[in-house]
């Protein structure tokens, strides 16, 4: 079955910490990958996409993920997390050829100053 | 520009009442997707359009639910017989087709609205 899974469902990072957010997939073939994110009071915005080459990605805000297709996993990192970071991150997976997006649960990530 | 826009923006309905949840894609924006996303969930697929076919409809829970877009540009998502298990926030997006690997069709990223909220009572 398709499917994608968050291991952190809440995060709780005080400035300046590192972040790391799991994200594993499970799809056949050839995947996009994406990191959206939703800060509050906001509709979803896309932090990064992978569609294929260097499996480091680059994001806005300093994000980056990886994506390593032998742990069918697609991770999102910074290594210094800000207080206006606090928001819900979604990762998801797509064929590369369908427009079908498959979203995980979510992880609330709060930033304290 | 302007973004990807969706009206209402809040409905509340009875159960058993048909709605209308509409949405204006970007312009130019030849793809288009309708999800819906429960509280504490992501957001869950419902159908994407290329133009005005629909290219999947897999994730339309029952006959209840159907979308259409006409002109290949505005989409109107239709629920029948609302039930409280529909409440909901339902969530639009649209994006570009691209030229995928080996020269196949692939797709941008996708934008999003605001989404409508749903409240079935």
């Known amino acids: 079955a398709q499917s994608v899974s968050q291991h952190n469902h809440h995060v709780i990072l005080s400035e300046a910490a590192s972040l790391e957010l799991g994200c594993n997939y499970s799809y056949g073939g050839t995947v996009n990958l994406f990191w959206y994110v939703q800060y509050p009071g906001q509709h979803l915005q896309l932090l990064l996409k992978y569609f294929s080459g260097d499996p480091l990605v680059k994001g806005i805000k300093g994000f980056e993920a990886e994506f390593i297709k032998s742990k069918f996993s697609f991770n999102l990192r910074k290594p210094s997390v800000q207080w206006s970071d606090t928001a819900e991150y979604f990762c998801a997976v797509r064929g590369s050829n369908t427009g079908k997006l498959i979203f995980g649960q979510g992880t609330t990530l709060q930033v304290k100053p | 520009g302007a973004g990807v826009s969706q009206t209402p923006s809040n409905k509340v309905t009875e159960k058993g009442k048909y709605v209308e949840l509409r949405c204006d894609p970007i312009s130019g924006h030849t793809a288009l997707y309708w999800y819906r996303q429960s509280l504490g969930q992501g957001p869950e697929f419902l159908i994407y359009?290329?133009?005005?076919?629909?290219?999947?409809d897999s994730g339309l829970p029952n006959d209840r639910f159907f979308a259409v877009r006409p002109e290949g540009s505005v989409s109107t998502l239709k629920i029948q017989r609302t039930e409280r298990g529909d409440s909901a926030v339902y969530l639009c997006?649209?994006?570009?087709?691209?030229?995928?690997?080996?020269?196949?069709?692939?797709?941008?990223?996708?934008?999003f609205g605001p989404g409508t909220r749903l409240t079935v009572l």
């Open positions: 997006a649209s994006s570009l087709r691209r030229r995928g690997l080996a020269g196949g069709r692939s797709y941008n990223e996708q934008f």
């Open positions: 359009f290329q133009g005005t076919g629909a290219a999947d």
